[in-house]
C-alpha cells in the first residue's frame, strides 16, 4: 500500500506544471498571461497552469515559477527558480 501511495505522489508532482498562474480575480486576467507565454514566448501550454486563488499572499510554491494576478490586476511573482530558467527555458524564445 506504501509502494502504491508513493507512486501515486510521484505521479502528481510529474504531471504538476512547471510554470503556475494562479488568479484572485477574474480568470480571463490569467488567461492575458498565458497568451503572452505561448505566443510570444512559444512555452506549450502543457507547461503552464491556471489556478484560482483567494489571495495571493497565501499561494503556495507548487512550480518552478509561481506567479499571481491579485483583484487590481497586478502580477506578482511568488517563487522563481533562477536555474530552471537558465537551463530548461532557455529553448524557448525571447521576444
Not at 17 to 42: C, T, V
Amino acid at each position: 500500500m506504501k509502494f502504491l501511495i508513493s507512486i501515486l505522489l510521484t505521479l502528481e508532482v510529474a504531471l504538476a506544471a512547471p510554470i503556475n498562474i494562479s488568479y484572485e480575480g477574474e480568470r480571463e486576467d490569467a488567461q492575458i498571461y498565458l497568451k503572452i507565454f505561448e505566443e510570444d514566448y512559444l512555452i506549450p501550454r502543457e507547461l503552464i497552469g491556471l489556478i484560482p486563488a483567494e489571495d495571493c499572499g497565501k499561494v503556495k510554491v507548487q512550480g518552478k515559477i509561481d506567479l499571481c494576478i491579485n483583484d487590481n490586476g497586478d502580477l506578482l511573482v511568488v517563487s522563481v527558480d533562477r536555474a530552471f530558467i537558465e537551463e530548461s527555458l532557455k529553448v524557448f524564445r525571447a521576444p
